[in-house]
Structures are given as C-alpha cells and as structure tokens.
C-alpha cells in the first residue's frame, strides 16, 4: 500500500480530532485517477487500527435494496 | 420491501432497505469494537431489546428487517454517540450523488431532494456542520470518480473553499446557471483536500514496491521514474498504474 503526504496528512487529522473530540470535515477531490477512493480506505484503515467505528457508505446511487452488491464485502 | 416512506408529522423519508443494508455491513465491519459495546440507554423500539445486548447483535437486528432498521438505526447512532464510546468516521464515496434531488417523488409528485431522505440528511448533517460527532470524529467525501461533471453546486462550494484556504479571491457564483441551494449551503464548511499527482520520490516507491512484490520485472531507475512519472500527467497514480503495469511480461 502506498503512503503518501496525503495519507499523513489524514492520520494527522484524525489523531487530532480524536485527541481534541473535534468533529472534521473533510472532502477530498481530484482529477480521475488521483486516488481519492483509495484515500478513503487510507482513513479507513487508520481508523480501525485506532479502534474508532467505522460507517462508509460506497460510490453508488444511495437508494440501494437489500441485496445490493455494495454492501457485500 | 420500501424503498422509502414517509416519517409522519416531518417532510422526511425513512429508507428501510438502505437502512438494513448499512446496519449490516456496519455491524460487520465494525464486529471486534462492536461485540465489546452493550446497549446503554433505553429505546422504545418495535421489538424487546434484552439487557447486555450487545451492538453488534442490535444492528443485526435491524439488518434483517427492514421494517425496523430506521428506528433500530436511530437507536444505534445514539449509543455510539453516547459519551465514552469512541471516535467515529464517516466516510461517502461519491459525494455529487447526494447533493441533488433524488428520483424519488411525494405523494404530491414532486422530487424528493436527497437531503430528505434519512440516512441521507444524518451524512448531510454532519457534512455541513449542524451536527458533530460527541467523542471526536472525522468525516471524509471523495467526490466521483468517473467522467460524470460535479453539480455546479458542489464544483462551486469546493472551488471557493480551495480559494478560501490559499487566501485568494473568491469565484463569484453565476448567476445565471442554476444551483441547487441546499447542496451548495451544505457544503460551506468542509475543508477541501485536493489530491494531484504523486511526487517522484512517492512514484519511486510505489514502483520500487511493484518491483519488489514482482508485478513489474523491469528496472527501477531515476530516469524509468522520471519517464513514467512525466507520462503520467505528472504522478497521476492511476495513469502510472496503467502505464507502469502493463510492463508485465
């Protein structure tokens, strides 16, 4: 996996809102292929290892049934 | 099986199939912390909760019936929000599909705006800051990926908050394109993170990396790099993932 300034930055944002109680919000954007997915799984991550709770919702029209493949991980 | 019903005495919309689907993937997800949570609070919900319940057991509760799962979503937020529980992240991935109407219609047959759809509003919520995570939290949205343009509203809220954080002037909104004001209005508070190309030395290692777990079997070198690095928009990592890996043999 790769570690990117941007993956540190995030760890930086989290840490800090943990430490703090803050609330962040961040969007992240860029042109296709710049790896903003990939940095959602970066915070993903980092949250799990910090024993935080996780709620992602995936790309993808959010009226989904129950059966939708986007929620099959 | 609902898509979505209307909440009485409110102009909201409950989203019982999208609410079962979350909890269960949530729940797990999110197994190992939430196996070690019991409910705390009291809720008067559609079904007994028994004591020492655990969270994990009450979003499995909700996954499976969709008739209950908003209620049971309500409940669930509240305990994880409760004080000492710990830190939470949001992340969306697709932020535009939120920030418009949805195809859905009232009863009177008008579009229902997806900020009126529950689980949607809660995300909205605490993108827009009206809502805060009690014990510390980040939200993370990526906008699409794709070639599908953002809404004016949502290229317009994120310019302006690029343009706020670099000190420069702000881009005016146009008047004469339409806008959706509510997405726009909620985006007003998030900080923006751009993502460009990787530098070299990050490119570097993600070839080195690629050549050491031998996807990639030709040299890694500063001119390989800098050539694959350039051809790439200047680190546009999925354009060196395409160029670079189809080196394969």
Not at chain 1, 3 to 28: F, L
Not at chain 2, 46 to 52: D, E
Not at chain 2, 230 to 249: Q, W, Y
Request: charged share 25%.
């Amino acid at each position: 996996m790769l570690v990117r300034a941007e993956t540190i930055e995030i760890a930086e944002i989290m840490k800090t809102a943990q430490d703090k109680k803050d609330t962040t919000v961040t969007i992240i954007d860029g042109e296709r292929g710049t790896g903003k997915s990939m940095m959602l799984l970066q915070a993903m991550t980092t949250a799990f290892l910090n024993n935080w709770i996780v709620l992602n919702v995936p790309e993808g029209r959010f009226h989904h049934t129950k059966d939708s493949k986007h929620f099959t991980n | 099986m609902t898509e979505y019903a209307p909440i009485p005495d409110t102009p909201i919309y409950s989203q019982p199939n999208y609410a079962a689907a979350w909890l269960g993937q949530i729940g797990k997800a999110n197994a190992e912390v939430l196996s070690k949570l019991e409910v705390a609070q009291s809720h008067e919900l559609p079904i007994p909760i028994p004591p020492k319940t655990t969270l994990a057991r009450l979003t499995e509760l909700g996954a499976r019936d969709p008739e209950i799962a908003w209620p049971v979503f309500e409940a669930f937020w509240s305990e994880i929000t409760s004080a000492g529980r710990p830190s939470i992240l949001l992340t969306v991935d697709g932020l535009s599909h939120m920030m418009k109407e949805s195809a859905y219609r009232s009863p009177e047959f008008e579009l229902i705006h997806c900020h009126d759809l529950a689980v949607i509003k809660l995300l909205v919520e605490h993108l827009s800051g009206s809502k805060k995570l009690p014990n510390g939290g980040a939200v993370f949205a990526a906008t699409s990926k794709g070639n599908a343009p953002l809404s004016y509203a949502t290229s317009l809220a994120i310019t302006q908050q690029i343009e706020r954080q670099a000190g420069k002037e702000i881009t005016p909104r146009d008047p004469f394109t339409k806008i959706d004001e509510r997405a726009y209005k909620s985006l007003q508070k998030a900080q923006v993170l751009k993502l460009k190309g990787l530098s070299k030395a990050e490119a570097r290692g993600l070839m080195e990396y690629w050549a050491a777990s031998g996807v990639l079997r030709s040299r890694v070198d500063e001119k390989t790099v800098a050539e694959k690095w350039a051809i790439a928009g200047h680190g546009v990592v999925g354009e060196i993932e395409r160029n670079v890996l189809k080196m394969r043999i």
